[in-house]
């Protein structure tokens, strides 16, 4: 299986700070890589496809950029309802695999 | 817009069998990828498997012996199986979809927690 490992594990920041979460791949994953943000007790939302593609509705402060291994979520400038839980998911080969989250917190 | 919602019994019994249904709001079913995946506690996200249309299906080698899902397009509800359940089981089970254009896992429900004692 490919292995995703996900860091930090948890960040505090405050608004208006940028904010870059890793994701790396245990190989080479082409781009199969997409980024979703969870709330507490909410559904998954889809944030970044194909490892930079915006999805629909995202505010331009996320972006995502990497290749082989090695990829990034970005947000340009925190906002209050950015507080959540980030994860990566490839799905480059199966079984689909996912990091183990980033929790970003208020400083 | 595609809205998934998990349901099923909050508790299972070990060695018994997990089934749950996912119902989606879609105009079509078709083209879809519909997954499982579930979170245990303090661990990280598990992708159970998909199933789509046409009625291919790919599970987690992790989990295959065990595993089975069916999709029913009359009712817009598809469903997973999970046999001879143990504790390692007990997790926040989460139906998810998507159609390729964007991530086959576009669309996700909330979650439910299943918990496997006796």
């Known amino acids: 299986d490919i292995q995703m490992t996900q860091s930090p594990s948890s960040l505090s920041a405050v608004v208006g700070e940028r904010v870059t979460l890793t994701c790396r791949a245990s190989?080479?994953?082409?781009?199969?890589l997409d980024w979703f943000q969870q709330k507490p007790g909410k559904a998954p939302k889809l944030l970044i496809f194909a490892a930079y593609r915006l999805n629909s509705g995202v505010p331009s402060r996320f972006s995502g950029s990497g290749s082989g291994k090695d990829y990034t979520l970005t947000i340009s400038s925190l906002q209050p309802e950015d507080f959540a839980t980030y994860f990566c998911?490839?799905?480059?080969?199966?079984?689909?695999?996912f990091g183990q989250g980033a929790r970003v917190e208020i400083k | 817009q595609v809205q998934l919602q998990e349901s099923g019994p909050g508790l299972v019994t070990p060695s018994e069998t997990l089934s749950l249904t996912c119902s989606v709001s879609?105009?079509?079913?078709?083209?879809?990828?519909w997954s499982w995946i579930r979170r245990p506690p303090g661990k990280g996200l598990e992708w159970i498997g998909y199933?789509?249309?046409?009625?291919?299906?790919n599970y987690n080698p992790s989990l295959k012996s065990r595993v089975t899902m069916s999709l029913d397009t009359s009712k817009s509800q598809f469903y997973l199986t999970m046999m001879s359940v143990t504790s390692a089981d007990t997790a926040v089970y989460f139906c998810?979809?998507?159609?390729?254009?964007?991530?086959?896992?576009?669309?996700w429900g909330q979650g439910v927690l299943v918990t496997v004692s006796s």
């Open positions: 199933i789509s249309f046409s009625g291919s299906r």
């Open positions: 998911q490839q799905y480059y080969d199966f079984p689909w695999t």
């Open positions: 879609v105009d079509s079913m078709r083209s879809y990828r």
């Open positions: 998810a979809g998507g159609d390729g254009s964007g991530s086959w896992t576009d669309y």
């Open positions: 190989q080479d994953i082409a781009n199969n």
